[in-house]
T-cell receptor
């Protein structure tokens, strides 16, 4: 079964601290993996897109890693800010002729002052 | 830049009522999608339209119909709303079926 599992479900950190969110997937055939940020009451916004051959990709203070062998990805947030409070969703795109997206349930991050 | 615009943002329906959720994009994208997001579950695809004039079922199409009115607009219709359709609905669009999708802000629908 094609699944994307994320951990932890929720996380509270102090402003300025770093954190790492995890994503494990069993999706096949694999096309690419995406991390989205979803603010409360808003739609998801793409942070990074990683293909099979990419191990690391950064977007400002966000760094995603991908290990296609173990089917694991992580999203590392450096020097967290209050505006980082959101849900972070891992999405794996299947290579099926059209972009079938398999969504994780997300990690809800709260950055506390 | 508006991107993907959904209307309404909030709606309360009684069981059995019908309504149409509207979605429009101004990015000249060919492909458009409707998802629903429920607590504890990832977004699930209801219907999608690869290009103007075509629509296809996603994972959870039962109880819904769609219309790709033109290249810009893709509407989702609930003919007879049920409490199980209480959810947040997201419209998305992409240049093609295999490029990055951009999401609207969502419609929070409650069926009582």
């Amino acid at each position: 079964k094609n699944q994307v599992e994320q951990s932890p479900q929720s996380l509270i950190i102090l402003e300025g601290k770093n954190c790492t969110l995890q994503c494990n997937y069993t999706v096949s055939p694999f096309s690419n993996l995406r991390w989205y940020k979803q603010d409360t009451g808003r739609g998801p916004v793409s942070l990074t897109i990683m293909t099979f051959s990419e191990n690391t990709k950064s977007n400002g203070r966000y760094t995603a890693t991908l290990d296609a062998d173990t089917k694991q990805s992580s999203l590392h947030i450096t020097a967290s800010q209050l505006s980082d409070s959101a849900s972070y969703i891992c999405v794996v795109v299947m290579n099926t002729g059209f972009q079938k997206l398999v969504f994780g349930t997300g990690t809800r991050l709260l950055v506390s002052p | 830049n508006a991107g993907v615009t959904q209307t309404p943002k909030f709606q309360v329906l009684k069981t059995g009522q019908s309504m149409t959720l509207q979605c429009a994009q101004d990015m000249n994208h060919n492909s458009m999608y409707w998802y629903r997001q429920d607590p504890g579950m990832g977004l699930r695809l209801i219907y999608y339209s690869a290009s103007e004039g075509t629509t296809d079922k996603g994972e959870v199409p039962n109880g819904y119909n769609v219309s790709r009115l033109n290249k810009r607009e893709f509407s989702l219709r609930l003919e007879s709303a049920a409490p199980s359709q209480t959810s947040v609905y997201f419209c998305a669009s992409s240049a093609t079926l295999n490029t990055e999708a951009f999401f609207g802000q969502g419609t929070r629908l409650t069926v009582v």
